[in-house]
């Protein structure tokens, strides 16, 4: 069986959006595989396609004594391993220019650019330069209409393999907050939307340096998402969220992804129907 590849993404109609799902960042490759494997055993039976996303390194941290991961090479090979073992395409962050061709060479499908890096002209054109597909995640202190500007920097290159997501806005100092009006306003810039379900609902900047969260609202965020029409929906996993690594306050336990599914497919063929 070949790997499914990007273009795959374009069946996603029929289940009426497609999923970037996978832990916040590798932890060991052990539990990385028992994410993917859940995550792709789901996505199969329900028939959606799906991207799986882990971040090999993350390079945005509060506090210098965070994880940030178990070494780039090493998270790298996991995430290739992934791919190759069930056959679908992979996600990461990346974070300099130098990191754009290091993830390629790794057969990385999408580069994802982390929000507080969407402004960053040399990292766009970077990540455009490879061919691989580009995900441009929104800054939380930017409009949807500004993307314009982050796409404009990759297609100029000859690349339009773009995907732009929607992972809140700051509202005050330890808040965000998704304006739904963002998601016709960047899809008619061209590209698919995705709506970054579980970063739109953490709580940063908090006294103790570690993001809090509001996990209890992944279901009714991501709902009002299929409901507005994106075409995917991005959410973090893991099977005890409470000892994950990183990110733990806003990811979704991997044993209510199920029933979350369902419930987005039911929405789903609903609102194609108007």
Request: hydrophobic share 40%.
């Amino acid at each position: 069986m070949r790997i499914r590849g990007i273009q795959y993404l374009k069946n996603y109609e029929k289940a009426g959006f497609f999923l970037i799902a996978g832990p916040c960042i590798i932890e060991n490759e052990k539990i990385t595989t028992e994410i993917a494997s859940k995550v792709i055993e789901i996505t199969d039976r329900l028939e959606i396609p799906v991207i799986f996303k882990a971040s090999y390194r993350k390079a945005n941290r509060s506090r210098s004594d965070s994880f940030t991961g178990i070494g780039d090479i090493r998270g790298l090979e996991i995430l290739k391993n992934i791919r190759e073992q069930f056959k679908i395409p992979v996600i990461t962050d990346i974070h300099n220019p130098a990191e754009a061709s290091l993830a390629a060479s790794y057969d990385i499908d999408i580069l994802q650019i982390p929000a507080f890096l969407s402004r960053q002209t040399d990292l766009l054109e970077a990540a455009a330069e490879t061919g691989k597909h580009v995900n441009i995640k929104k800054g939380q202190f930017l409009s949807p209409a500004s993307m314009k500007f982050a796409a404009e920097k990759v297609s100029r290159l000859g690349n339009n393999n773009i995907l732009i997501t929607e992972r809140g806005t700051q509202f005050g100092y330890t808040d965000l907050v998704v304006d739904f009006r963002s998601v016709p306003i960047m899809k008619s810039l061209g590209y698919p939307v995705v709506l970054d379900v579980t970063h739109s609902l953490q709580q940063p900047n908090q006294s103790t340096g570690v993001s809090g969260g509001l996990p209890e609202l992944i279901e009714t965020m991501a709902k009002a998402g299929i409901a507005a029409g994106v075409d995917g929906i991005f959410l973090e996993t893991h099977p005890r969220p409470s000892e994950a690594l990183s990110d733990g306050a806003n990811m979704l336990k991997l044993d209510m992804l199920e029933d979350l599914l369902i419930k987005l497919k039911k929405i789903s063929e609903i609102v194609q129907q108007f």
